[in-house]
């Protein structure tokens, strides 16, 4: 009597079809592997064990830092070190008419997650707009003191802030024009609304949805608040005649106009866009260099 055979299994491998949308991102690449970081931090352990043993080790350390930190920068910049990713079969399949418009942060060919805003104004905006906003302050504090005292009362009070003699002067001449007092509380306030214009220009586009909203309620209140808390120190001359509903009014005036200048600005991309070679300018030089030898 023979005994049975026994059974042979038999394993049969199924190639793995790569496929590529038309139109999509190449994904062809990735980033390529580095020993550099565990090389920095092997040396780091060095420098600190050589403390407590002995100096050479120390400086084997120290020689495995710079050259952990000259790997993990020549890994990145000037350009990043990629590798390919085999692919043996690759077919293209239409999915379809592409879409007219899409967000840049909805984009699947942007690479990275994005970081809201995209999207902000020149430096110039700022400036730009924290001037015509200080105008439009101005006009309001002008007015204040036209109905109230004289045209140069509220000049004389800002000029304050620097010139102590003020501190002491009667109501009659904080009244008197002064021309030291003119330009002294001109720079004044020329040099707080661009610097506050430029916070704007920074903030406002982080209010997503309410940018003019923003501008016009929430900064004036935001910044009268704090120069309620603070005006004791700044500036106690002012603090005795301010009226604050004007005072908050001439904020608001501020944040509109500014606000309205700075929205209707050129917007350009954050350098979230660009890559780490492009941040540090080095494409740039590159392609100057470039152009200068053609």
């Not at 293209?92 to 995209?118: K, S």
């Not at 002064?178 to 001109?186: E, T």
């Amino acid at each position: 009597m023979t005994s049975p055979e026994p059974e042979t299994t038999t394993t049969t491998t199924t190639p793995v079809e790569t496929v590529k949308v038309a139109g999509a991102p190449d994904r062809s690449e990735i980033p390529a592997p580095t020993s550099a970081p565990i090389v920095f931090a092997f040396g780091t352990t060095l420098v600190f064990a050589g403390l407590v043993t002995n100096p050479f080790v120390s400086v084997v350390g120290a020689v495995c830092v710079c050259k952990g930190v000259l790997g993990w920068w020549f890994d990145v910049l000037p350009r990043e070190s990629m590798e390919p990713i085999p692919v043996e079969q690759q077919d293209v399949i239409d999915t379809g008419p592409e879409p007219r418009e899409v967000p840049r942060h909805l984009d699947p060919a942007t690479p990275g997650r994005l970081v809201l805003p995209v999207e902000i104004p020149r430096i110039r905006s700022g400036i730009l707009g924290g001037l015509a906003g200080g105008v439009a302050m101005a006009v309001v504090a002008i007015i204040w003191g036209a109905l109230n005292y004289s045209v140069w009362m509220p000049i004389n009070l800002l000029a304050a802030m620097v010139l102590s003699s003020f501190n002491e002067a009667e109501a009659s001449s904080l009244m008197q024009f002064n021309v030291v007092a003119f330009f002294v509380a001109l720079g004044i306030h020329a040099s707080v609304s661009i610097l506050v214009g430029m916070v704007l220009a920074m903030i406002m586009p982080m209010a997503i949805g309410f940018p003019r909203i923003f501008s016009i309620i929430v900064a004036p209140l935001t910044w009268s608040l704090v120069t309620y808390t603070a005006m004791g120190v700044i500036d106690p001359l002012l603090e005795q005649w301010v009226d604050w509903w004007w005072f908050i009014g001439s904020q608001v005036a501020f944040g509109a106009v500014a606000g309205f200048f700075i929205a209707r600005s050129e917007r350009i991309e954050t350098i979230q866009f660009l890559t780490p070679a492009e941040r540090l300018g080095l494409e740039q030089t590159r392609a100057q260099g470039e152009g200068g030898e053609s």
